[in-house]
């Protein structure tokens, strides 16, 4: 119990440990200096009530007290001042060097403080300061302090991995547009063959091209780059536009595009069109050809406007929720082999969000569908 009560105090504020420290200084200063004068305080009380007594043996009156001697009293009064002094200033050099202590000891994490920043580095990042036994005015900077390398920790490891899926994203059309110019390279062929190859590279360019707009999109955003041209429109009529654009592939799929309600928003209308396309994309893309429908609904209050994006597709697992809208992720990369999917769509779709002050979420049950849930400000 007394170790634990050790700690209580070693936690306490700088300030309060100090007033503490003072207050029980002046407390023991006055009763060093009673004790120390009591004594000296009693002779002279005794020597200014003692009374003359008679050659008989009995006390004279009360009126013919004789005076004691000044010089005694003096002597007596020197000697208590003198020990006043000596006990104040030892007191005091006490209570100084005791108050140093408790601020040095307490300003002692500082220098830890200082150290960590001074080692910090990236392989470091997963290091926190322990913040149990500082002072309370220290703990709040040690506390933000390691908040702090919790968002940089997930930064670096998000740009670690960003860059990881960069390079494999581009090694794959590279790696494609090699080998088909080695091939044209390796022997004579026809006009025809030439032309197929050619058709083929131009797919992996316009590929590079459709990725590489991508991240420079996402980065600009994420930058505060990129500067909204905001306009007021309805939001039925552009989605209706853009079912009109995706009519074949739904028709094609045996899937039913419908809008209900509608209401008028102020925003960027290019982004706005690119976000609901690439929220239809996916609905289409993971929807079977089994005559469902996707439904998108529109509503709105005095502030904001409400657009749910409900489909009838093979559905989400919930472990895969929160990193929907990370860079490069697939819930199944299997399903995109070939689709031609880049990881980048619903990424693209958060940071619109964002750069328009909105939110974002997303509900989904296996095998019976996804809706995508958006908050606008009007």
Request: proline letters at 2%.
């Amino acid at each position: 119990m007394f170790w634990k009560n050790v700690k209580r105090v070693k936690s306490l504020s700088i300030v309060t440990t100090l007033a503490l420290l003072y207050s029980l200084s002046t407390i023991g200063i006055f009763i060093v200096i009673a004790l120390f004068l009591y004594p000296d305080f009693s002779k002279i009380t005794q020597a200014i009530n003692k009374k003359p007594v008679s050659t008989y043996g009995n006390q004279l009156d009360s009126e013919k007290k004789i005076k004691i001697c000044p010089t005694e009293i003096n002597r007596l009064c020197i000697k208590c001042y003198k020990k006043t002094i000596v006990v104040l200033l030892a007191s005091s050099i006490a209570s100084i060097f005791l108050g140093y202590l408790v601020a040095r000891n307490g300003l002692a994490r500082m220098r830890e403080f200082e150290n960590k920043i001074e080692n910090i580095h990236s392989d470091l990042l997963h290091e926190r300061i322990n913040i149990q036994d500082w002072p309370k005015e220290l703990r709040n900077v040690g506390e933000k302090f390691n908040m702090m390398l919790d968002r940089i920790q997930i930064s670096f490891d998000q740009l670690s991995q960003f860059s990881s899926d960069i390079a494999h994203e581009f090694r794959t059309p590279l790696h494609n547009l090699t080998g088909l110019t080695e091939l044209a390279l390796v022997k004579e062929k026809t006009s025809e063959e030439y032309k197929q190859t050619l058709t083929l590279c131009l797919e992996e360019y316009h590929h590079l091209s459709k990725l590489i707009e991508n991240l420079l999109f996402l980065a600009r955003s994420n930058h505060g780059q990129m500067i909204l041209h905001k306009t007021s429109f309805s939001v039925k009529k552009e989605i209706l536009k853009l079912f009109d654009y995706y009519q074949a592939l739904a028709e094609e799929k045996e899937i039913e595009l419908l809008c209900q309600g509608d209401a008028t928003l102020v925003a960027d209308l290019i982004l706005f069109k690119r976000m609901i396309a690439n929220l239809l994309t996916n609905s289409l893309h993971y929807t079977s050809s089994t005559k469902k429908e996707i439904k998108i609904e529109v509503t709105s209050d005095e502030h904001d406007i409400f657009i749910a994006i409900h489909d009838q597709g093979i559905g989400i697992d919930s472990q895969h929720l929160s990193k929907l809208f990370d860079r490069f992720y697939r819930v199944d990369t299997s399903l995109n082999t070939g689709s031609g999917g880049l990881g980048l769509g619903l990424a693209i779709v958060k940071s619109i969000i964002d750069l328009h002050k909105g939110k974002i979420r997303v509900g989904s049950q296996i095998n019976r569908g996804t809706t995508v849930y958006i908050t606008l400000p009007t």
